[in-house]
């Protein structure tokens, strides 16, 4: 079975400041691992995604995370946050076989940036 | 393209009564799967559906059904509501069974009183 914690359930940040949210898995088999964000009153949209190769990931609206499998973490940053960035982070997880649809959500963080 | 389209996208309804959601997969797509987030227990998978099949359940109680129509159009129903049904319902879709990028509605939200 497979579980997702992350770590922070609030992250305050001031505009323009780097912001890193964390996230660690655990799994017995291999896994893909996916960041999703949902702003209020939508569904999720899927930042990025890692599924094999380079362990640096890069997504839309210039997020980016790092796979790193000996500390079992996915861990997502951005460079300098925008008020847009406001919204509920997710990590997630999905085990790499082909039938495999199921996804395990982290209990989410929420990112709120100050002005 | 259009993305995945459920509706309602508000419901409320009372303790007892029945209720089905509805799920328009993007064009292509053939697998469905639904998802219930609570603030109490996050986002949680139901199941998912793939040719009209039932491919993957999640642990939930036999009070959540679904189906998947020959379209791939999906519904989920859920019968005797409880309060803790109140939750926000999403549907995702994806292309096939082997590749695992789901694409997310916007949700249905269901109220229980």
Same mark, same amino acid.
């Given at each position: 079975?497979?579980?997702?914690?992350?770590?922070?359930?609030?992250?305050?940040?001031?505009?323009?400041?780097?912001?890193?949210?964390?996230?660690?898995?655990?799994?017995?088999?291999?896994?893909?691992?996916?960041?999703?964000?949902?702003?209020?009153?939508?569904?999720?949209?899927?930042?990025?995604?890692?599924?094999?190769?380079?362990?640096?990931?890069?997504?839309?609206?210039?997020?980016?995370?790092?796979?790193?499998?000996?500390?079992?973490?996915?861990?997502?940053?951005?460079?300098?946050?925008?008020?847009?960035?406001?919204?509920?982070?997710?990590?997630?997880?999905?085990?790499?076989?082909?039938?495999?649809?199921?996804?395990?959500?982290?209990?989410?963080?929420?990112?709120?940036?100050?002005? | 393209?259009?993305?995945?389209?459920?509706?309602?996208?508000?419901?409320?309804?009372?303790?007892?009564?029945?209720?089905?959601?509805?799920?328009?997969?993007?064009?292509?797509?053939?697998?469905?799967?639904?998802?219930?987030?609570?603030?109490?227990?996050?986002?949680?998978?139901?199941?998912?559906? +793939?040719?009209?099949?039932?491919?993957?359940?999640?642990? +939930?109680?036999?009070? +959540?059904?679904?189906?998947?129509?020959?379209?791939?159009?999906?519904?989920?129903?859920?019968?005797?509501?409880?309060?803790?049904?109140?939750?926000?319902?999403?549907?995702?879709?994806?292309?096939?069974?082997?590749?695992?990028?789901?694409?997310?509605?916007?949700?249905?939200?269901?109220?229980?009183?």
């Amino acid at each position: 079975a497979q579980s997702v914690t992350q770590l922070d359930s609030q992250v305050p940040v001031f505009e323009e400041a780097p912001v890193e949210l964390r996230c660690n898995y655990s799994s017995s088999v291999s896994v893909y691992l996916f960041w999703y964000v949902q702003y209020p009153n939508q569904g999720l949209q899927l930042l990025l995604k890692y599924l094999s190769g380079s362990t640096l990931v890069k997504g839309i609206n210039g997020f980016e995370a790092e796979f790193n499998k000996s500390q079992t973490s996915f861990h997502l940053r951005k460079p300098s946050v925008h008020i847009s960035d406001t919204a509920e982070y997710f990590c997630a997880v999905s085990e790499v076989r082909s039938s495999a649809s199921k996804i395990i959500f982290g209990s989410g963080t929420r990112l709120s940036i100050r002005p | 393209k259009a993305g995945v389209t459920q509706t309602p996208r508000y419901l409320i309804k009372t303790r007892g009564q029945q209720v089905t959601l509805s799920c328009s997969p993007i064009s292509g797509h053939r697998s469905v799967s639904w998802y219930q987030q609570t603030p109490g227990q996050g986002l949680q998978f139901l199941f998912e559906y +793939f040719s009209e099949t039932q491919r993957n359940k999640g642990n +939930f109680p036999g009070r +959540f059904s679904g189906r998947q129509f020959s379209n791939s159009r999906s519904e989920m129903n859920v019968s005797t509501l409880e309060l803790g049904d109140s939750a926000l319902y999403l549907c995702a879709s994806r292309v096939a069974e082997s590749y695992n990028e789901q694409f997310f509605g916007p949700g249905t939200r269901l109220t229980v009183l």
